[in-house]
């Protein structure tokens, strides 16, 4: 059976909250559930301290992270499960994809464009108390995401283009240096991807505006009490669209349930009979795993072992032999086993065709099939890399044929369809063993 790819993280730089659990934590687990899905979870403690100096409140943040995860049904035993930090090749692979990314990319990063825009505001330098460590932030979650070529990123609408720049910047790798990484796609559930804070933005610690996934009960109900609303009385109908409390009391209600209170929103219920049903709601769900929260962190000891196990073992397994190949590929090498153009070119040659994914100047994405230094086909450009390399997906699995291959390419010469044609048959092949392989080894 082939196994998707799911990898996700949560930054530690706070407590865990609601936002954090609709938005990652559960459809994460949930979808780690299934038999076809090798899911990754890891503590961005790297990724925190860009924002946070305090030493005290990243431990603390990392400790109730992964607490919050194994409370609400994370298996170690199943999953990868680790810190981020213990993956010290991430920041070496992060360097090798910082050689390769363009600085314009990274100049248009929702992150980064909003501190400019902050500074501008106020009359300061673009730059003014900007980091290095903001800025390249993309850069380093992709090094997260392409160190284990995983295939999806459950991630808030917020986050699509930091998957789209891990895609950037592996199929620019993948240029450079040969097809090394696979290129991820974000995954989204539309009705929880952002869920609304108390005032109604975001739920963000950035905003202050968070219930704490663990809260008591009684400080549970005191936030949703809080949570704004307007002044319609019991009796006005009520607008859905827009509506914080709608749309939290939807990310935990079945669809049944939320089509009740949407009538009961046209109906006109009043808005403290509408939060207790918000309450009642969360609380049915959250109760049982906040008993097992706090049995966890009664015992911090356990937490630190199952991290440095799992760091161990995803090491050892994937990150590991992915970066000696990679070393290799960049020409960090042995140098008593240094090889002439002529090895290098003559290897090429005998290795398989490979498609090469790439962005070029005018935004479009293209695709090449070249069989070492000969480039048999060039794609058209594609607006989407999804449509590119949902179209290569095809094409090395057999469910594409080489005139879907043809039509998606530039003009191709009658000399060259019966190379082209051979090549695609190569990688089928190449790819229908692999698979076979992988399933013996794990039948």
């Known amino acids: 059976m082939t196994q998707t790819r799911i990898l996700t993280g949560i930054t530690t730089s706070g407590t865990p909250h609601l936002g954090n659990y609709v938005g990652a934590i559960r459809p994460a687990i949930a979808a780690s559930l299934a038999p076809d899905v090798e899911s990754f979870y890891f503590l961005a403690d790297l990724h925190a301290l860009i924002k946070v100096q305090e030493p005290e409140r990243v431990q603390r943040s990392t400790l109730e992270i992964a607490a919050a995860w194994l409370a609400c049904g994370l298996d170690p035993a199943k999953v990868w499960f680790y810190r981020q930090s213990e993956i010290v090749e991430i920041p070496e692979l992060s360097w090798f994809l910082t050689c390769v990314a363009g600085k314009g990319m990274l100049n248009r990063a929702h992150a980064y464009k909003a501190a400019v825009d902050k500074n501008r505001a106020e009359g300061e330098d673009d730059d003014a108390a900007i980091t290095a460590g903001l800025f390249m932030y993309p850069v380093l979650m992709s090094a997260d995401i392409l160190a284990f070529n995983a295939n999806q990123v459950p991630v808030g609408r917020d986050q699509i283009q930091h998957i789209e720049m891990a895609r950037d910047v592996g199929q620019r790798f993948n240029h450079l240096y040969g097809e090394h990484f696979v290129l991820p796609e974000a995954l989204i559930e539309d009705n929880v991807a952002t869920l609304p804070g108390l005032d109604g933005r975001k739920m963000s610690k950035s905003y202050d505006n968070t219930i704490p996934l663990f809260a008591p009960r009684e400080t549970l109900k005191k936030l949703i009490y809080s949570i704004v609303t307007d002044s319609r009385a019991p009796g006005e109908a009520k607008d859905t669209e827009g509506s914080a409390l709608f749309q939290i009391y939807q990310a935990f209600a079945s669809v049944e349930e939320t089509q009740a209170m949407r009538r009961a929103f046209a109906e006109g219920i009043g808005w403290g009979e509408a939060k207790q049903a918000l309450f009642e709601r969360i609380d049915s769900e959250i109760a049982p795993l906040r008993a097992k929260y706090e049995t966890l962190m009664a015992r911090p000891q356990d937490i630190e072992a199952i991290l440095v196990d799992g760091a161990r073992r995803v090491r050892a397994q994937h990150v590991s032999p992915r970066m000696k190949a990679l070393r290799e590929a960049v020409g960090l090498r042995d140098l008593s086993q240094t090889t002439t153009k002529a090895s290098v070119k003559a290897e090429s040659k005998a290795s398989l065709p490979v498609f090469k994914q790439y962005r070029e100047a005018d935004g479009q994405f293209y695709f090449k099939l070249a069989d070492g230094d000969e480039v048999l086909l060039q ?51 190449a790819e229908a063993e692999a698979q076979a392989a992988k399933d013996s080894a794990t039948s």
């Not at 949902?390 to 699995?397: G, P, S």
Request: hydrophobic share 60%.
């Open 379 to 429: 794609s058209r450009g594609f607006a989407s890399p999804k449509d590119a390399g949902q179209l290569i997906a095809a094409l090395k699995a057999g469910k594409s044929d080489v005139a879907a291959l043809l039509a998606a390419a530039d003009a191709v010469d009658d000399a060259r369809r019966d190379a082209v044609a051979a090549a695609l048959a190569a990688i089928v092949q």
